[in-house]
């Protein structure tokens, strides 16, 4: 029973165009959601993170946003460079647990 | 750079050995995390310290035994491991359990023979 969702495992973008990567839930418990790029040999690295009291934030070329009635999320990369190809994991906690739950990840390329 | 630093990067032993991994953060953070993660899955948490205690134990079979002698540190020793137990085991660090994103180090690879 997958709790968080990446349907998609991979994506291709040009570069300088928008890059988005959707996550959706099924828990209405969590309350705060993050996003984490992974290259090979590294661990995850934390991009971006939102509140549920939140429907949006933006970090520079990132952005996230919160659709809670949907139970979904989305991040947008613009504009797409080629070092930002690498494995993104969508994932969310409940409040006070500590207890992150990752989606299963989606393969970014980005062609020059 | 890395401000969780995991070691060893590597780590090949027999399913009699006993091991130990260790990880690291000056962050002054006081949540620590241990995770698990199989090649092409996302990372699944195994445990959580929280000031230095046990708070949450994800069933883990008892031949993984964590210790967190202090909160700059996170310990996980191995004994009787199996060879489905090879993965990349992942520490990670936040301010509190309950607030801010967790940080990670660049794992572990470890490999039962």
């Known amino acids: 029973d997958q709790q968080v969702k990446q349907n998609s495992p991979s994506l291709s973008v040009q570069e300088g165009r928008i890059s988005i990567l959707n996550c959706d839930y099924t828990n209405s418990m969590f309350d705060y959601f993050l996003w984490y790029k992974k290259y090979p040999a590294e661990g995850p690295t934390f991009l971006i993170s939102i509140s549920s009291i939140k429907d949006k934030n933006e970090d520079g070329r990132f952005t996230v946003f919160l659709n809670k009635s949907a139970k979904h999320l989305s991040l947008h990369i613009v504009p797409s460079q080629p070092g930002d190809s690498a494995v993104y994991f969508c994932a969310a906690s409940e409040s006070n647990t500590g207890k992150l739950i990752f989606g299963q990840g989606t393969t970014l390329q980005v062609k020059p | 750079d890395t401000e969780v630093t995991q070691t060893p990067k590597h780590l090949v032993m027999g399913m009699t050995n006993k091991k130990s991994l260790k990880c690291e953060q000056h962050m002054g953070h006081r949540a620590m995390y241990w995770y698990k993660q199989k090649a092409k899955k996302p990372p699944e948490l195994m445990f959580v310290?929280?000031?230095?205690?046990?708070?949450i134990n994800e069933s883990v079979p008892s031949r993984f035994s964590p210790e967190c002698p202090n909160s700059s540190l996170l310990n996980l020793h191995l004994h009787a491991l199996q060879p489905e137990d090879s993965a990349l085991y992942l520490c990670a660090s936040s301010q509190e359990a309950s607030f801010g994103p967790q940080h990670f180090g660049d794992g572990t690879r470890l490999s039962i023979l």
């Open positions: 310290y929280s000031y230095e205690k046990l708070s």
